[in-house]
């Protein structure tokens, strides 16, 4: 059973959830920002057994756990998670099993991608039926994923054996996509967020490199112009952060990831104050997770 971790008297906002992270065992934990105090306190328990490697979506006020890896074998498995009793549903399986898949939600329908093919498809929970979509250009994974303007963006990853720079954007109206311009530095597990009507792309890897090199650069991109411009870095180098969007104080929060070496680097969160472009380190988590995923949950959604 996933209890409610506010008290009752607390200040009524939307909750910060943050689910998953490939940390090994896999982390079962699920965390909660506290926004008042900024630190994290322990949700609930996320029992996926021995489950791992699999994506996260929130749409409408279900939270779908897609693919994975189960004892070693890909799976497509999707399951609907009850954040209240901690109860998972199975819905229809994905067309291909996935491993890593990036996944968007635009318009209460999810799209998946990749993970580790070039296939895309598209679900509708209302119907619970999966529908094949325009192929990725390239055989892409590790790369971050955001909807801006309508449209889902990828951002870097991996490609042919290397850390890329690749932006491309798909647009589910026309099904097409389209090529932007690329990143000043090639990215693998950025954390890739939309805030204001602009992409972040945060921290990230190149594995072309030995030591692999760790980046703790952030770039903005802007749609109007199809521009990338550095702002203010990171205090830690890390691939595989978090992102939350904190529209409510103007603020991204940098959470989790790697930098290759610490477990003190996966407990790590950042907040930027994008006004300002200024980070600095707050309450850090209570379970180290890279490439875990956060959503804001309305009250309504969890209930005693």
């Known amino acids: 059973m996933i209890k409610n971790a506010l008290k009752n008297n607390e200040r009524q906002v939307d909750r910060v959830i943050l689910i998953g992270g490939s940390i090994y065992p896999p982390s079962q934990v699920i965390e909660e920002y506290v926004q008042t105090n900024k630190n994290w306190i322990k949700f609930g328990d996320l029992n996926v057994g021995d489950r791992s490697n699999f994506g996260i979506v929130q749409v409408q006020d279900k939270f779908l756990i897609l693919g994975g890896v189960d004892s070693n074998v890909v799976t497509n498995v999707v399951e609907s998670l009850n954040l209240t009793s901690g109860v998972l549903t199975k819905l229809q399986p994905m067309t291909f099993s996935r491993q890593y898949p990036q996944a968007a939600v635009l318009n209460d329908y999810v799209y998946v991608f990749g993970g580790p093919n070039t296939s895309v498809e598209r679900y509708d929970l209302s119907n619970n039926i999966w529908n094949e979509m325009p192929s990725l250009s390239v055989n892409r994974r590790a790369c971050g994923v955001a909807v801006l303007n309508d449209e889902i963006y990828l951002v870097g990853g991996w490609i042919n054996d290397s850390s890329s720079s690749l932006v491309e954007a798909f647009n589910p109206i026309t099904k097409t996509w389209r090529t932007c311009s690329s990143m000043s530095v090639p990215r693998m597990w950025p954390g890739v967020t939309a805030f204001g009507g602009n992409l972040y792309a945060i921290g990230g890897k190149k594995l072309d490199t030995s030591p692999s090199e760790r980046y703790t650069s952030v770039e903005r991109y802007d749609p109007n112009s199809d521009k990338w ?15 939350f969007s904190n529209f409510y104080n103007g603020t991204l929060l940098a959470i989790g990831g790697s930098d290759g070496n610490s477990l003190m680097s996966e407990m790590i969160v950042e907040e930027y104050d994008v006004a300002r472009d200024i980070w600095r380190e707050i309450g850090p988590l209570n379970n180290g997770r890279e490439k875990a995923y956060v959503f804001s949950v309305s009250l309504e959604m969890i209930k005693d």
């Open 229 to 243: 411009t550095f702002v203010a870095s990171l205090g830690m180098a890390r691939y595989g952060i978090t992102v």
